[in-house]
């Protein structure tokens, strides 16, 4: 099986910068994608970053310009650095992978999600 770990949430002023981290560990063969998800209270959870293997990422309109999403491929590792943060940002921030994995004799490919950060910006 695969585990994701985020790090880095917390509380910050609006205007400030967060970095969020996101370690996958197990039995992993290769990610073909990972990213970052987030949802606020009564709201739907949203896509705010994703970094494919290729190297193309994806970003949410709400953070083009503002978050940054990258990843270190040899420690499985995805970041999100967010800057000029708003309060609108407030949320449990996760993140999740796509990954194969080696399981009873065989490859098997699975999304697997970490357990969430809080992100709060203060105004």
């Known amino acids: 099986q695969v585990q994701l770990v985020e790090s880095g949430g917390g509380l910050v002023q609006a205007g400030g910068s967060l970095r969020l981290s996101c370690a996958a560990s197990?039995?992993?063969?290769?990610?073909?994608?990972m990213g970052w998800y987030r949802q606020a209270p009564g709201k739907q959870r949203e896509l705010v970053a994703r970094v494919i293997r290729s190297g193309i990422t994806n970003y949410s309109d709400s953070v083009k310009g503002r978050f940054t999403s990258s990843t270190d491929n040899a420690k499985n590792t995805v970041y999100l650095q967010m800057s000029s943060l708003k309060p609108e940002d407030t949320a449990v921030y996760t993140c999740?992978?796509?990954?194969?994995?080696?399981?009873?004799?065989?490859?098997?490919?699975?999304?697997?999600w970490g357990q969430g950060t809080q992100v709060t910006v203060s105004s």
């Open positions: 999740n992978a796509d990954v194969i994995y080696y399981s009873g004799g065989s490859y098997v490919t699975d999304t697997f």
């Open positions: 197990g039995s992993i063969f290769s990610i073909n994608a």
